[in-house]
């Protein structure tokens, strides 16, 4: 069955970057619309930005100018390039992607969450 596997979290400073990838774990038909979520303890789930599939962008107002979400869609892998990183953005990152399988039916599917930590 296909999973969304995620890496690229960790531990930076204030002021670092890093980039995470979501990649599908084996042949799909196509991303569709594709979006990085963040959840810090105590606190709700909250949508960090989202592309199209014609690539079309949102982001939060928190991370407008600092993050930037892009795809690849030949190798099905999604990217959130996260720069200027502040304290407030330490949480778990998901990605959620809407794909079409190999038998063309259309799943949502989430990523198992990586750890992104920022402080000095």
């Known amino acids: 069955q296909v999973q969304l596997v995620e890496s690229g979290g960790g531990l930076v400073q204030p002021g670092g970057s890093l980039r995470l990838s979501c990649a599908a774990s084996v042949s799909i038909f196509s991303f569709n619309a594709v979006g990085w979520y963040r959840q810090a303890p105590g606190k709700e789930r909250e949508l960090v930005a989202h592309?199209?599939?014609?690539?079309?962008?949102v982001y939060a107002d928190s991370v407008k100018g600092r993050f930037t979400i892009s795809r690849d869609n030949a190798k099905n892998t999604a990217y959130l390039q996260m720069n200027s990183l502040k304290p407030e953005d330490t949480a778990v990152y998901y990605c959620n992607a809407d794909i079409t399988d190999i038998t063309y039916r259309r799943r949502s599917l989430w990523g198992q969450g990586t750890q992104v930590t920022v402080s000095s």
């Open positions: 592309i199209t599939s014609g690539g079309g962008t």
